[in-house]
């Protein structure tokens, strides 16, 4: 088994390593999505839009459920598979940038998910603006050799054309929504209309043709709607669909509630992350309650909620009256990296740091990051710190021991200090100099975009649950971009969670032992 970035700087995919194979997978003409331009922030402007004047996902979200009910979706939106009781599924979360970062995800998926039974997306399939035409290299590409079906719950890009396009791959080829009636001139409808980014023309030949490259009848799903429920051997798989804001719809909410009862192992996945950055953020749910009171009631029988939005790995095993959820956020499938160093010391949901995992380490995504800098601001000799001197600063400022085993003493200098508080890099809870957590430095809100486009180690990650009877096992794989770890992916956390029997889950940072990547009887 292969070092992962907790063993050496090797494992983080540093050093002389040899780039993979990816770029072979990638079509000639890859368009860099570029977060500082204006005229993708300006297509991915809904967002910012229904927050000024009306969120209206929640009606076009009932309409489009509506519409797959008329066409002879279930009315419970479960979708009721016939796996053994002993079985594997991947989750990849906010992959579909286009470019580098998302397709050297792909040879390490593909070897980490053979025997898998299925694949969920988590969030965002498709930037910046969730455009039908952007299937083919953002999905259908990348993974027409994924030889298992797909499904997906949508992401708030997704949403900023109207989720015509998600609906389309992922819901049965659903045909577009008819126009709503013209609203009131000068009201905040209206101007909401006025400014709203509209759906582009598809270009059907394109869609066909992308399309044939994941034809094959086993790899074949339609979803009932944007929100969904999976019955997988012994665990039921919820997701919802949390749409431009983050927030949950009183229609969905119900359909939440009532597909939660019952005494089956839940897992649910959702769009925006419960706990993520040091912060609970429950999920409100239109006309009072939230998600997390659904996946807290003991009634319920969760075990897991796992979230995208945020791209970098991130576990939280939080107490709940004696048992263990374990709140996962995955959203390191292939978009640009969010940085890890400026979460600050954690202490929420009697969490501490002693339990809480992310990947990339702090460490590494500090030395990330001044990299990025120093080279964009033309101040790489202040900017730049090794991997040695980041890791030696964030243990500084957290209090606690460095991340990597055998990592050499470091003298912090006032210019290393200076640089880790020009990134934003955190500190421990309590401390009177510690900042605000959404309080971002003018670098790292100016620079973290595109952060992962330009050269190994992209710090890309994904995840593989093995299922059985009495617990799941579920492991966060890493994606460097570097051969290495595309031969060999390695993992960068593991947690054995059970499902009958006890309520505390085993955590290492090894997988428990298997038969290669498949999951033992």
Same mark, same amino acid.
């Given at each position: 088994m292969s070092d992962s970035s907790r063993d050496t700087a090797e494992g983080a995919g540093r050093g002389t390593a040899e780039h993979g194979s990816y770029r072979r997978l990638m079509p000639r003409d890859v368009e860099k999505i570029s977060w500082l331009d204006p005229r993708t922030l300006w297509s991915a402007r809904n967002g910012v839009v229904a927050s000024w004047f009306g969120d209206p996902t929640g009606r076009t979200r009932s309409r489009w459920v509506a519409q797959r009910a008329a066409a002879g979706a279930r009315e419970d939106k479960v979708i009721r598979r016939d796996d053994p009781d002993c079985f594997s599924f991947m989750v990849l979360g906010d992959p579909g940038e286009g470019g580098e970062a998302q397709y050297a995800v792909v040879p390490g998926f593909l070897k980490a998910g053979q025997g898998s039974a299925f694949a969920v997306i988590a969030s965002d399939v498709i930037y910046p603006a969730g455009r039908t035409d952007d299937y083919g290299t953002k999905f259908f590409r990348p993974y027409q050799d994924y030889p298992a079906p797909i499904y997906a719950v949508p992401g708030n890009h997704d949403w900023y054309e109207g989720l015509g396009g998600f609906m389309r791959v992922f819901c049965g080829d659903a045909p577009p929504l008819a126009p709503e009636p013209a609203p009131r001139p000068l009201s905040r409808a209206w101007w909401r209309a006025l400014l709203w980014h509209r759906p582009s023309p598809t270009d059907e030949q394109r869609l066909a043709e992308a399309r044939a490259l994941r034809s094959r009848p086993e790899q074949q799903a339609a979803q009932p709607g944007p929100y969904w429920a999976i019955d997988a051997g012994p665990v039921r798989i919820i997701g919802i669909d949390t749409g431009l804001l983050g927030t949950v719809d009183a229609e969905q909410g119900a359909w939440l509630r009532e597909v939660s009862k019952g005494p089956r192992p839940k897992i649910l996945v959702? @769009?925006?992350?419960? /706990? =993520?950055?040091? #912060?609970?953020?429950?999920? *409100?749910? #239109? @006309?009072?309650? $939230?998600?997390?009171? =659904? =996946?807290?009631?003991?009634?319920?029988?969760?075990?897991? *909620?796992?979230?995208?939005?945020?791209?970098? /790995?991130?576990?939280?095993p939080v107490d709940v009256e004696g048992r263990t959820i374990q709140y996962v956020v995955s959203g390191g499938g292939g978009a640009f990296t969010h940085a890890t160093h400026t979460i600050p010391g954690v202490s929420v949901g009697n969490v501490t740091e002693e339990d809480f995992r992310c990947y990339p380490l702090r460490g590494d995504s500090l030395a990330f990051y001044s990299v990025l800098h120093g080279r964009?601001?033309?101040?790489?000799?202040?900017? $730049?710190? $090794?991997?040695? #001197? *980041?890791? *030696?600063? =964030?243990? #500084?400022?957290?209090?606690?021991?460095?991340?990597?085993?055998? $990592?050499?003493?470091v003298r912090l200098t006032r210019r290393i200090r200076l640089v880790a508080s020009l990134l934003g890099t955190a500190r421990r809870p309590g401390d009177p100099s510690r900042p605000r957590l959404a309080v971002r430095t003018v670098c790292t809100g100016l620079f973290s975009s595109a952060s992962a486009t330009y050269r190994p180690p992209f710090f890309k990650s994904f995840l593989r649950l093995d299922v059985t009877p009495a617990a799941i096992s579920l492991r966060c794989f890493a994606a460097t971009g570097n051969r290495a770890q595309e031969l060999d992916p390695p993992v960068e956390d593991a947690v054995t969670i059970p499902l009958t029997g006890g309520s505390r889950a085993a955590e290492s940072g090894r997988p428990p032992a298997t038969d290669g990547f498949t999951v033992q009887a």
């Open positions: 959702t @769009g925006s992350p419960l /706990y =993520v950055n040091g #912060e609970h953020h429950p999920c *409100a749910i #239109e @006309g009072g309650g $939230t998600v997390d009171d =659904v =996946v807290r009631d003991p009634a319920h029988h969760y075990v897991a *909620a796992i979230g995208g939005d945020v791209h970098n /790995y991130q576990r939280y964009r601001l033309r101040l790489r000799r202040f900017f $730049t710190l $090794t991997g040695a #001197e *980041a890791t *030696a600063v =964030v243990a #500084e400022r957290l209090g606690i021991p460095p991340t990597r085993s055998g $990592t050499p003493p």
